[in-house]
């Protein structure tokens, strides 16, 4: 004698709908949260250049801080010597790159059209205008220490 299992036909119950129903509205929630979120830090970060010429710009200030000698032999280059030793900011092709004791090539700025150094005896200004023609302009403090 065979005994047959029972099988539940009762069907899809209201409990078992308005469950699925509250998981869907949860992740269609989190679904419109990341995407609200996504949007706001698109708008923060969406500008490269601006964010690599503020990193720029905060280096040469740090480098510039305490230097004891400064020259310009070009405008589109600047020497210093600071605790490091003698350094080199100049263009190379597209770049804007730092040199220590005439080696190595440390990128700073890219995308650049072309660059000018000008120093007053107390501020060095730079003019940068990038490939997309946009131009970009600051001072920076020059603290001339004897060393």
């Avoid at 699925?20 to 419109?32: D, E, M, R």
């Avoid at 210093?80 to 190379?92: A, D, L, P, V, W």
């Avoid at 597209?94 to 000018?116: D, F, M, Q, W, Y």
Wanted: charged share 20%; glycine share 6%.
């Amino acid at each position: 004698m065979h005994t047959m299992r029972k099988l539940n036909d009762r069907g899809y119950t209201f409990m078992e709908s308005i469950f699925q129903l509250l998981v869907l509205i949860v992740f269609v929630h989190f679904l419109l949260l990341f995407f609200s979120w996504k949007g706001a830090i698109e708008e923060q970060y969406e500008d490269y250049s601006t964010r690599e010429w503020e990193l720029f710009a905060a280096e040469l200030q740090q480098m510039l801080a305490e230097v004891s000698e400064i020259r310009l032999p070009l405008r589109s280059s600047m020497q210093f010597k600071n605790e490091r030793g003698s350094i080199t900011i100049e263009q190379s092709g597209a770049v804007i790159r730092k040199r220590v004791g005439g080696e190595g090539h440390v990128p700073l700025l890219t995308n650049v059209r072309s660059v000018s150094f000008t120093f007053d005896g107390v501020e060095m200004t730079v003019a940068v205008t990038f490939v997309d023609h946009s131009v970009k302009r600051r001072g920076f403090v020059v603290g001339l220490y004897p060393m």
